[in-house]
């Protein structure tokens, strides 16, 4: 299973971004999709859970900012992103679950400048 993350750049503190994670197969056969994120010199951070069943948890940093949702036919996991802080700057990545197997995409850079 191969997972591309895209849609990452540099915005504007306020600005929007939508992130695409599409993925080699099925994404209904991915049982759960995570965003996770990564800033310089800080651990990674789960961002947001999405499930095939279309249930999706965010973090408390993005609640109410960042709404995961998904497209079948492109095979395509996406995150939108709005209300951008400088907080919210870091390397994004999409980790699929299937079982006990996990995969892990490239990242994307997001930039917000203040």
Same mark, same amino acid.
């Given at each position: 299973?191969?997972? &591309?993350? %895209?849609?990452?750049?540099?915005? &504007?503190?306020?600005?929007?971004?939508?992130?695409?994670?599409?993925?080699?197969?099925?994404?209904?056969?991915?049982?759960?999709?995570?965003?996770?994120?990564?800033?310089?010199?800080?651990?990674?951070? *789960?961002?947001?859970?999405? !499930?095939? !069943?279309?249930?999706?948890?965010?973090?408390? %940093?993005?609640?109410?900012?960042?709404?995961?949702?998904?497209?079948?036919?492109?095979?395509?996991?996406?995150?939108?992103?709005?209300?951008?802080?400088?907080?919210? !700057?870091?390397?994004?990545?999409?980790?699929?679950?299937?079982? %006990? *197997?996990?995969?892990?995409?490239?990242?994307? &850079?997001?930039?917000?400048?203040?």
């Amino acid at each position: 299973v191969q997972l &591309q993350a %895209s849609g990452g750049g540099l915005v &504007q503190a306020g600005g929007s971004l939508r992130l695409s994670c599409a993925a080699s197969i099925s994404i209904q056969n991915i049982n759960i999709i995570n965003w996770y994120r990564q800033a310089p010199g800080k651990q990674r951070e *789960l961002v947001a859970v999405f !499930t095939s !069943t279309g249930t999706t948890t965010y973090a408390d %940093s993005v609640q109410g900012r960042f709404t995961a949702s998904r497209d079948n036919a492109k095979n395509t996991v996406y995150l939108l992103m709005n209300s951008l802080e400088p907080g919210d !700057t870091a390397v994004y990545y999409c980790n699929g679950r299937l079982g %006990s *197997l996990s995969y892990w995409g490239h990242g994307t &850079q997001v930039t917000v400048s203040s």
